[in-house]
C-alpha cells in the first residue's frame, strides 16, 4: 500500500493541474477546536446531461461564500466526475456514489477505491438505502457495505456510510435496531483511526424523495440514538467526534430548522442538490 501512495500522489498532482478549477470564498468562522465542521453533502444520483451539469456548475461556482465552519461535497454520478473535477470551484469537494468491493483487475463494469483517489476524487457514498434496497438487482446487505468502506478507508478515500430505516420499521418502533444492524458489521471491523474519515448518513428511507420529512426533533431524537450507540460500541471519544449528517429530504425551506439540532452535523442531499436550493442548505449552517 505505502509503495502506491507516491505514485498515486503523482497522477492526483497531475491531474489537478491540469485543471483550471475556480477559487472558492469562505466566510465567517472555522469550527472552534473540539466541536464538529458541519458536512454539507449532495448526491446527484442518476440524473444530468453535460448541459444541465455545466449550468448547475455554473451556478454553483457563481453562488458566493461557503461558511468556514462547513465541509462542502457532492456526489457526481461516475460518467460526470471529470467534468466536475475540471470545472467546480475548489472548495466543493467531488465524491463518487458507489465503488466496488474489490481492487483493480477482472472485475468487468467496476470502478475501484485506489482508481477514485488516483482521479483525485476524496470521498465516497456507501450503502445508500437506493443501493441497499437495489433497483431491479440483488441489493448491498450490511456486510457488504461494510467491506467496501473498510476497503475505501484503506484507498485513502472517506466515507458517507449511510443507515436508515424504512416506513413500516419506523412505525413498529424498530428505527434504532434497524440502525443498529447496519452499523454492527462496520464497528466489528474498522479500527478506531479509519473513524475519523467516516461520517454517518442517517437517512430515512419513507422522508427520501417523497416530501416527507422527520420533524427536527424526531430526526435529532434517532441522531442522538445513533450518537449513543457509537459511543456504547466503539468509544466515547469517537462518538463526539464523528459527524451525523441528516438524508431525509432536507433542502432550504427546512434545512435550518434540521441544523440547528445538537446532533444534526450536516445533510446528504438529494434533489436540492441538483438546484441552486442546495446553496439555501448550506447558508443555513449555524455559525460557530
Not at 469562505?26 to 446527484?44: C, D, K, Q
Amino acid at each position: 500500500e505505502s509503495e502506491n501512495k507516491p505514485q498515486n500522489t503523482q497522477y492526483t498532482m497531475a491531474f489537478s493541474d491540469s485543471c483550471s478549477r475556480p477559487e472558492g470564498a469562505s466566510t465567517g468562522s472555522v469550527a472552534p477546536e473540539g466541536t464538529r465542521t458541519y458536512l454539507i453533502g449532495g448526491n446527484w444520483k442518476c440524473n444530468g446531461t453535460i448541459a444541465s451539469l455545466e449550468k448547475i456548475i455554473a451556478d454553483f461556482n457563481g453562488a458566493g461564500p461557503i461558511p468556514a465552519n462547513a465541509e462542502v461535497v457532492v456526489g457526481a454520478p461516475f460518467i460526470h466526475i471529470p467534468i466536475a473535477l475540471m470545472s467546480l470551484r475548489k472548495d466543493v469537494a467531488i465524491a463518487a456514489q458507489n465503488c466496488s468491493l474489490t481492487g483493480t483487475g477482472a472485475y468487468t463494469g467496476e470502478t475501484s477505491a485506489s482508481q477514485l483517489k488516483d482521479m483525485g476524487i476524496t470521498w465516497v457514498i456507501l450503502g445508500h438505502s437506493e443501493r441497499r434496497e437495489g433497483f431491479g438487482m440483488a441489493g448491498e446487505d450490511s456486510e457488504l457495505v461494510a467491506n467496501k468502506t473498510k476497503k475505501a478507508l484503506e484507498e485513502g478515500l472517506k466515507v458517507m456510510f449511510c443507515i436508515g430505516e424504512k416506513k413500516e420499521e419506523r412505525e413498529a418502533g424498530t428505527t434504532m435496531d434497524v440502525c443498529a444492524s447496519q452499523m454492527k458489521p462496520l464497528a466489528d471491523i474498522l479500527s478506531k483511526a479509519d473513524w475519523a474519515n467516516v461520517s454517518i448518513a442517517y437517512e430515512p428511507v419513507w422522508a427520501i424523495g417523497t416530501g416527507l420529512t422527520a420533524t427536527p426533533e424526531m430526526a435529532q431524537e434517532t441522531h442522538a440514538n445513533i450518537r449513543q450507540w457509537v459511543s456504547d460500541n466503539v468509544g466515547a471519544d469517537v462518538a463526539s467526534a464523528v459527524r451525523i449528517q441528516y438524508g431525509g429530504s432536507m433542502k432550504g425551506a427546512n434545512a435550518s430548522g434540521l441544523l440547528a439540532q445538537t446532533d444534526i452535523d450536516g445533510g446528504l442531499i438529494g434533489g436540492a442538490s441538483l438546484k441552486m436550493d442546495f446553496f439555501e442548505c448550506i447558508n443555513a449552517v449555524p455559525a460557530p
